[in-house]
Nanobody, 123 residues
Framework: QVQLVESGGGLVQAGGSLRLSCAAS????????VGWFRQAPGKEREFVAA????????YYADSVKGRFTIARDNAKNTVALQMNSLKPEDTAVYHC????????????????WGQGTQVTVSS
């Protein structure tokens, strides 16, 4: 069993930065890939970024590539999402998810989810 808690969301102006953190409990966390997904009101949940179990491979949606960076620290059971050059269209609730051995951009393949953290980017 893995429990996830996201933090770091907030209100920021366009062009600004935020750093989201996902803290995990459970000894099996380091075995799993971790993904970040987001969901804006009235829209479907969409893939943002993912990282493999060791942190050596990362994957990004085209919409965030070059602006967002995902990284993990298995010693601390945390995964961070650094978000730079934020745009109003990045506004959403951001969730981290895990429980999958290999990366996937498909949200329902992930077994464990956090409650999410709100990111709002003003124009």
């Amino acid at each position: 069993q893995v429990q996830l808690v996201e933090s770091g969301g907030g209100l920021v102006q366009a062009g600004g930065s935020l750093r989201l953190s996902c803290a995990a409990s459970g000894r099996t966390f380091s075995r799993y890939a971790v993904g970040w997904f987001r969901q804006a009101p009235g829209k479907e949940r969409e893939f943002v970024a993912a990282i493999n179990w060791s942190g050596t491979n990362t994957y990004y949606a085209d919409s965030v590539k070059g602006r967002f960076t995902i990284a993990r620290d298995n010693a601390k059971n945390t995964v961070a999402l650094q978000m730079n050059s934020l745009k109003p269209e990045d506004t959403a609730v951001y969730h981290c998810a895990t429980g999958i051995l290999s990366y996937s951009p498909v949200w329902d393949e992930y077994r464990y989810w956090g409650q999410g953290t709100q990111v709002t980017v003003s124009s």
